[in-house]
């Protein structure tokens, strides 16, 4: 990845949980991620090759990969793009999903 990068560690209710905002300019190999990631373009377009298909997404794009799922990306067109992701963590996004089941249920009780 070439361009410029940010990391970020935020410890909300002591999880931890990456963030990254980054201009990438240059594609970047295939990898994997222990725990899911959440990204949004901000700007420019990018491609994705995920589960052997190219996925693009741009401005006001969410994509959502699940840990353990190889992926490459990139730029879509010259010069770059740019994106934000979070990286929550299976216990973490687990939690949140049981937390807004659990207020649905007495919501709704």
């Known amino acids: 990845m070439t361009g410029k990068a940010v990391w970020r ?3 909300p209710a002591g999880q ?9 300019a240059e594609p970047y190999a295939p990898h994997v991620h222990e725990e899911y990631a ?6 420019g377009r990018e491609v ?6 190219l ?8 994509v959502v990969l699940e840990p353990g799922e190889a992926h490459t ?3 879509a067109d010259p010069p ?11 216990g973490t996004a687990g939690r949140r999903a049981a937390g807004r089941r659990a207020a649905d249920r007495r919501a709704a009780g």
């Open 9 to 11: 560690r935020a410890c």
């Open 16 to 24: 931890a949980l990456d963030l990254l905002h980054a201009r990438v």
């Open 38 to 43: 959440v990204g949004a373009c901000t700007a």
């Open 48 to 53: 994705i090759r995920y589960r052997g298909t």
């Open 55 to 62: 996925h693009y997404a741009g401005p006001g794009s969410v």
């Open 73 to 75: 990306g990139g730029p």
């Open 80 to 90: 770059d793009f740019t994106y934000r992701v979070m990286y929550p963590g299976r």
